[in-house]
T-cell receptor
Framework: EPEVTQTPSHQVTQMGQEVILRCVPISNHLYFYWYRQILGQKVEFLVSFYNNEISEKSEIFDDQFSVERPDGSNFTLKIRSTKLEDSAMYFC????????????FGPGTRLLVL | SQQGEEDPQALSIQEGENATMNCSYKTSINNLQWYRQNSGRGLVHLIL?????REKHSGRLRVTLDTSKKSSSLLITASRAADTASYFCATVETSGSRLTFGEGTQLTVNP
């Protein structure tokens, strides 16, 4: 069964460094998402992406964040200058199409900012 | 306002018993989805119920949706120790496609 994959599974970085989190969505899916979950808290929406542009973003998704679909398979989240409070599990999700569809989540990348 | 609030926050039952978790929300929705998360792991989709549906079944799972009360319930029948996990409801509002998650219910099934 097709699944969403994410790399790396864990990343440790120093405050102020740039990180790129990578996702490979399910191949025939058209909508892509990033969510994050700070330890012990609920899952929060960051951004949605469709047709090579951001379709919706939350107040968390400020200028330090960017997303890109550099080729036909990868979907990336870049954090330009990481802060301690960016430490969280970051989940990518993909959806075949439309708001009535299931969003399938990847296993997550655990980011630790020191 | 909080969207997708679950109760109880924690539930501990014996294997073989049924587990019921509830979720309330505040806005108009397109659909409501239930996910499961084992400790520190990814989110596994369980079931999606659309706003025009009232009940859905999938194996040992039964989900109900009451849009007049803006609430949903997830019933797991004949629970197993392997069902131990956190369960989240998440809503998709009529105005977008983002999922808005609740705080989750931590279910412990004792063997």
């Amino acid at each position: 069964e097709p699944e969403v994959t994410q790399t790396p599974s864990h990343q440790v970085t120093q405050m102020g460094q740039e990180v790129i989190l990578r996702c490979v969505p399910i191949s025939n899916h058209l909508y892509f998402y990033w969510y994050r979950q700070i330890l012990g808290q609920k899952v929060e929406f960051l951004v949605s992406f469709y047709n090579n542009e951001i379709s919706e973003k939350s107040e968390i998704f400020d200028d330090q964040f960017s997303v890109e679909r550099p080729d036909g398979s990868n979907f990336t989240l870049k954090i330009r200058s990481t802060k301690l409070e960016d430490s969280a599990m970051y989940f990518c999700a993909s959806e075949r199409g439309g708001a009535q569809e299931t969003q399938y989540f990847g296993p997550g990348t655990r980011l630790l900012v020191l | 306002s909080q969207q997708g609030e679950e109760d109880p926050q924690a539930l501990s039952i014996q294997e073989g018993e049924n587990a019921t978790m509830n979720c309330s929300y505040k806005t108009s929705i397109n659909n409501l989805q239930w996910y499961r998360q084992n400790s520190g792991r990814g989110l596994v989709h369980l079931i999606l119920i659309r706003s025009n549906e009232r009940e859905k079944h999938s194996g040992r799972l039964r989900v109900t949706l009451d849009t007049s009360k803006k609430s949903s319930s997830l019933l797991i029948t004949a629970s197993r120790a392997a069902d131990t996990a956190s369960y989240f409801c998440a809503t998709v509002e009529t105005s977008g496609s983002r999922l808005t998650f609740g705080e989750g219910t931590q279910l412990t099934v004792n063997p």
